[in-house]
Every structure is written in C-alpha cells, then in structure tokens.
C-alpha cells in the first residue's frame, strides 16, 4: 500500500464532452478520502496550467458546487490544445517537484495519455516518486483497449436523437438531407446516426464513415437509389471521409474533390495548407446532389460544436461511468500507488469493470471501427454495431412514432 | 350551438416543430368526442393531400399510438411548402363539398391562417356551410396577437441550452465562437440564446436580430472589445440579419456584403437571384474575424434543422399549449359553429387563456421583436425580454455551473 505523502494535480485535456466534469469531481471528491493526498489542486486549461502554475484549490470547492458541476457539460478547468514534447514535459515534472505533487491525474484523450507517459517516464528517471493516471475521455471513441471512451455514449446519444429528429423532419417535407458529424479518423460518432433508425424506412438511409474510401459517384448513385424507392433520403457522413490520396500518401478532403469537380479550386494558406471553412464539406455535398441529380430539395446542417457539450442530453450510463473512471484513478493511485491508464472492459450484457492499463498500450493510438461494424456495402452499420451501442445510450431514448392510420375511403360520386 | 354533421379535416403545414403533433392529436381525440364529427381525416402533406384527395382516416388511429405521436416531433401528416391562390383554395373549397367535409382545422404559420381565411371566404360566398379554424404553430413566434406561439418555447429551450453549452465549451478552449440561429424576418429565436446568461461573464456576450440594421465594422468593434475584456467571445445571430439594401429598398444578406468586402462575388442563378449555401453567413463572419481582427481560434456553427425537430428538447409548457390549442379548435368549430384563429394571450404570472380571434387580423401578417426587448446598443436582450420567455422555456431546464475554488496557494521556495 502507498504512503506517499504529497499533493494531487488534476488536469482536463482535448475537446469537452457532456460528462468530463463527472470524471473530475469523481476524482476530487474520492481524493479527499485519502490522507496520501495532502491537497488536491486543479490546473486551468490542462497542462498549461501546470507550467504556468496556475492552479485552483480543489480541496476548498465544496460538494454542492462539484455535484452541480459534474452535471454540466465542458471542462470546467478549461482544457488546452497544447501537445507537449519532453521538454514540456520536464517542465511539467519541475513544477510538481516544486509543489511536493506526487499525484497527477490527466482526463483526456490520445495526446493526453501520451503526456502522462512521457511526465511518468522523466520521474522514474529522474528517481522521483510520482503517481500518474490517465483518466479516458474522448467523444470519438478511439483509444485503444477501452470497449468505449466516457463522453462517446452521451455524443452519440446527441447523435442518434439528432438524426431521429432531422429524419421526421426529412419525411414530412420530403427531398434530401445530409448531415455532417464530427470524427476526423475514426468513424465512431457518425456510425451512432444507425440508432435512430426503427422502421424499414426511417432514415439515415446512408452513413459514411472515414474507416471506408469515400466515392463522390457511389455516393450520388446511393442517394439516387434510395431517393427513388422513398422519395426523399437521409444521410449521415464523417467529417473526415477521403476519396483520394495526395502524392505522399495523405488522405485529401472530399470537400477539395467536390470543389475541384465543380471547377472551384480551395484556397490554400501560405504554407500551402488547403484552407476549408466549418460549413464546407455539407455545403459542397448538398450542391453536388443538386447539380449532378437534379434533385432541389436539398439541406445539409453541420453539427459542429452541440454534439459534444450539449447540456440535458447525456447518457445517465455514460454519466455513471465518467464518474466511476474518476473514483478509480483516486483508488489506482492513492490506494494502490500505482500508474496507468484507466480502462473500461465490457463484462456481461450491460456491466463494465474498470483495470488499469499500461500507459504504452493506450498512448498516442487511434482505434478505428472494426470490419464487422460497417456492412458489406460500406454505406451502413451492422446489427452488431447497434447491439453494441444500444446499452451505452442510456435510459429514456426519446421514441419517435410513426401515425398509423390507414388511407380513408374516399366516397366515389 | 352548431348541429352541422360533416366530416373533419387535418392537414399540417409549413415547417415543423417539436410539438406540432400535440395540436393535431389534440384536435382529433377532441372531435372525437362531437357526434357532429362524422369522421376525422388527416390530409398528407397539408393542402396538397387535400386537392389531391390524399387522406388518411384519423378515426382509425389508436390513442395509444396517437399519443406516442403526440411526443414525436415534426409534422406526422407530413407538410408541405404550398402557398394556396384564390385558384388553389377554390380547389380545396371543391374537395371539401365533394366528400362533405364541413370542418377544417390547419396547424400552420402565417401562410397558413391566410389560407384558411380564403377557404371560409369562398365557402361564405357559395353559401357552403364551412367550420375552418387556424391553429398557430411557428418556432418563428411571428404571429400577430399571440402572447407567444406553439413550438416557439421548445425551439427557444434547444437555443438556450444549445448557447449555454457552447459557452461552456468557449471557456475551455477560448477563442471567438458565432451561432447563426433560424430567423429570416424576425429574431425571436435568436433572442432566446440570452437566456443562457447566468453569471455576468456567460455568454452569448453579443446577440444580433434582423429588427436592427446589422453593421459589419460594428459586430467586430463590438467582439474585440468583449475578448480584451474577457479572453473570449460568443455571439448568437440570426440568419435574416442585413446590412444593407438594394436599389427596390430589399434586404441585402449580411453573407453578400461580408464576400464582396473579401473580394468574393457571390454566385447568381438564371433569374438574377443570389445563391448562397447553408453554412455560409456562419463561415463569412468567423473569416471576417480571423481576416480584420487577427484571432486564430474562430468557430462557427449554423444550428440548422437541428433546433425544430430535436426530440427530447421539449418545453412542457410549450407540449401542454401545443395540445390545448389542438383541442380548443374542436370546441370552437364543432362545439360552438365558429370559425377563426385560436390565439394565446397570457394572464397572470404564469397563465395563458385560449381566444378566437379574426383570421384578418392573424393571416399574412408578421410580429417582430418589440424595442423594448432589444437593448440600446443593439446587439443585447433586455430583462423584459428574458422575463418574457422564461416562464416559456418549462421546468428542468439544465442548470450550467462554474467551478468554485479559489486560486492555489503556491509555495514560496
């Protein structure tokens, strides 16, 4: 059992998510119980804070403001795009010699596992004791060994009501509607648009995921046929879809193709750099059904930033695990003195059970969907995708009814 | 008292909303109980499934599967984007008396109540004995009379929560975020993102409506001064703002002034009309911010379809209103023989009375925000306003907390 003395840093990382707040609070308040823990300090905006020794005491916020906090959505440390090297990392390992830390929890996602890594590995060489634990989160799903990231179900939640609801809207004034969901490499988030689907007709009739090479012709074929049998078509794409490759092996954006199609060239940057705007690749998708298929109802929404810090639609699963993944880190740590990075295995149909992984497993890997998620077609998910991710929405999925009521009988005078 | 035997006709128009489908269900299960009431039919896709005779027998729905319906948002009938002639209602004039249609209750907007104004016209005119009843519905909240109309609250609630989440999510990363919110003549909607404000540093920091002359050099004098102050910046803007008009006196969009001050033309059809995508007022102000005043991270969203048809985002009392207003059409036509537009009017602190009001005084006409719910400078609600449209938003909006702890103490060493 540890008995290091010392106090504790938490730190928030990446982008937000609807349930980042339950892991901290998770982490604070089963801290305290801890006499290891001499004081338990936040650093704002992720490792920033920590080299800028901008910290708040933790050990001062009382339980009524973090339960209220934990309940609401983004990082309430403020977070940071920052990607240290070893050199920042050093410096993050100076400040906690500095302040007596021998604590460091880090919520975040790839990058951030990454960091604690590389801060674990300077103090092992360096010969000063410290506890690090990374604490998964991430709305895109992709760190390895997790069955799931903790702000992925709520995200995906958004996702499928979202879709539920643009697709009752599609029915009722007919034509197509795309929808643009956030996920640069991995598909994950976009592939939860299959559980709004509940009748044979209900849309997304289509979803394209980054996991599948994007085809700008199979795509309009694929709208073209379901718009015939329907008469309108719902579709659900990845922002980070690629129809090609540039001559060093990087996949290019289909907004580029579709622009270069429609005799538009992208403007690039000084550092030649291609330069898209946030609407862009919704923008260009729609045109491109409206030019090439004739089609004149066409809408597309880019979903944006709602998907991953809309307050009020969270998962309570997802609630329930950020939180616990919070406590777990208090209890690898402080309990047992040891590092890692917390990870949720799926046990039973639906439990989970939390072990602590080796940091090098989880670090700085993408973990894509697998083949058996995405049908033959590559324009659709599998039963097992929906199975997958039907337990981790939580309870009271809002249902949306179809009327059912059969055609009058029309008097015939 | 009305004895008029005779069929009952549904038909839902314009843009749908989260609770659209309280008024039809209330309308039908409310006939239901008027042996007046033939028979209740719903027409598909509003007026269009009248004059082409395509209708579905209401009588027939269970109230199990029409309650279900109730909570499912957008149009079940299905809608339609019909702007009906003399021509066009005469059309429907003749299918009512072909199938002895004595009673005609259309869920709509401003085109709506006109169309049921000149279907009562004519049938006063050939002496048909014809109930036709307007039931207001418009996220919009742009009819005349009404305190507020139905589906308003629930768009409002989406807007509100969706702003107080993108604040939060500001907050943590910094940098200058702009929603462009639904709204081409007046700026209800928007104006409800000013209840995301809690604590004085919240944002939005600067709300902008088509009730005022929007000024481009202005909107970004007004953001640089919020992000010296604050580090950050939210704004909410509507859609239908402009800056300028054209020689016949026409709004000119803010998108075209903010292109050709870049340098861009922007594309023009066959007849002369300017075409601008969806995303592309959000994607020319974060540019105009980037370009002039020099801040990196800007990001833009367009809300989209996404804040009328969201389910699960519902105000109660806007789901209660939506259903009354349903019901109230069946007692002023088959219970009272009356036609005209069912209004809201509030009374008390919090209470609303149904009214009938006269179809002239409702159709055609549009509510903009009244000055004193726009502040002084113009790009801000006032207190008035927020009081206005709290008690709409309905219980259990989510609370957004920040994180109370006081600065750390740091070690002098």
Redesign the interface.
Known sequence: MSRLRGKVVIA?GG??T?VINQSLVGAVLESRKFREAT?I??AR?GVRGIVG?N????S???SH??E??A???????????DKPDAEYCQRILDAFR???VRYFFYIGGNDSSDTVRIVGEHAVREGYELRAIHIPKTIDNDLPINDHCPGYPSAARFVA??L???D??N????GV?VAVIMGRHAGWLTAAAALARRHDDDGPHLIYVPERQFSIDRYLADIDRVYRRHGRCVVAISEGVWASRDSKGKAIPVTVDLMRQAGREPQVDAHGNVQL????L??EL??AVQRRLGIKRV????????Q??????VSDVDAREAREVGEKAAHYACGHGTSGSVVIERVGDYAVKYELADLKAVAARTRHLPDEFIDAEGNGMTEAFRDYLRPLLGA????????????????N?
């Open positions: 928030q982008g937000p609807a004081r300090w936040g905006h020794e910290f708040v005491d933790l001062e916020a009382t403001n973090l209220r906090v309940r609401t959505p983004s990082s309430a440390l403020g977070s940071t795009r500095k302040h007596d009501g979202a539920g609801g643009a009752a809207d029915r009722a004034l007919l509607y705007s946030g609407g862009a919704a923008d729609a045109d809408r597309a929404d880019t979903f944006g930033y709602l991953r810090s809309f307050p009020g639609v009271d999925m809002p249902c949306l009814e179809q009327l059912w009521a059969p055609a009058a009988k029309l008097d005078d």
